[in-house]
């Protein structure tokens, strides 16, 4: 009588697949990973003056002695988290759409910052809690915040320039006092929303980017001569 077995067919469940061992750069990378993501948990709520290596150690379930290990000091724990920050927000853009350089990335660039979950928001708490501490005296936040900071001009100056130079930006903008107001906006509506999340983001996003484009976009013939003429008067 046939059972249905196939020939060598035991009847022994087969071994399971086992999983791939992880190699020590993987391993490594997910470390860093659980360190930095732990780091932005405990700053967004305490603070990082506040927040000892040990803690973090612990929060992101390693030894207590893992995150000096690894990251030598908490001056290079910091560094590594502004790079993670930056990180972060530029694979954000990438995965919202794809933007031309010029007024186009800068518009690009508003829309995500404040189109964000209220998850991702969690690393634009962290950032203004490092700059709000890396003002005070003697602070060792000051020079990894005053990189990050003109890093993030930087992109604002370099998209200005670009729209001068193709004509869709007028040239008597200037790049870097334009994008030292454009990030300062952007960063102070959002310590507002932290203290008061009522504030419709939405509509400051389409607002900021009315604004922005009134700006920076070429002016009518007309409107451009009466303002050369205020600027003779």
């Not at 360190?35 to 150690?57: K, N, P, Q, Y």
């Not at 954000?92 to 189109?115: C, I, K, N, T, W």
């Not at 930006?169 to 509506?189: F, H, N, Y």
Request: net charge positive.
């Amino acid at each position: 009588m046939a059972t249905g077995r196939s020939r060598g067919d035991t009847g022994k469940p087969a071994d399971p697949v086992r999983p791939r061992r992880r190699t020590q750069a993987e391993r490594r990378e997910d470390a860093e990973r659980r360190l930095l993501d732990a780091t932005l948990s405990l700053v967004a709520r305490r603070g990082f003056s506040r927040v000892t290596l040990a803690e973090i150690g612990e929060e992101a379930g390693y030894s207590r002695g893992l995150p000096l290990h690894r990251f030598g000091s908490k001056a290079g724990l910091l560094q590594a988290l502004a790079r993670r920050i930056s990180e972060r927000f530029v694979a954000q853009r990438a995965a919202a759409r794809h933007s031309s350089p010029g007024l186009d990335a800068m518009r690009l660039y508003v829309e995500v910052y404040f189109s964000r979950n209220d998850k991702e928001f969690d690393t634009t708490r962290t950032l203004l809690v490092l700059m709000t501490e890396g003002f005070l005296e003697d602070s060792d936040l000051r020079a990894v915040m005053c990189d990050h900071n003109r890093r993030a001009r930087q992109i604002f100056v370099n998209n200005i320039r670009h729209g001068v130079e193709s004509g869709e930006i007028r040239p008597d903008v200037d790049p870097e006092s334009t994008a030292a107001i454009l990030v300062g906006a952007m960063r102070g509506v959002m310590l507002q929303w932290f203290n008061d999340p009522d504030l419709d983001l939405t509509a400051v996003k389409n607002r900021f980017l009315d604004i922005m484009d009134t700006l920076m976009l070429p002016l009518p013939a007309a409107a451009a001569g009466r303002r050369e003429a205020d600027k003779q008067a």
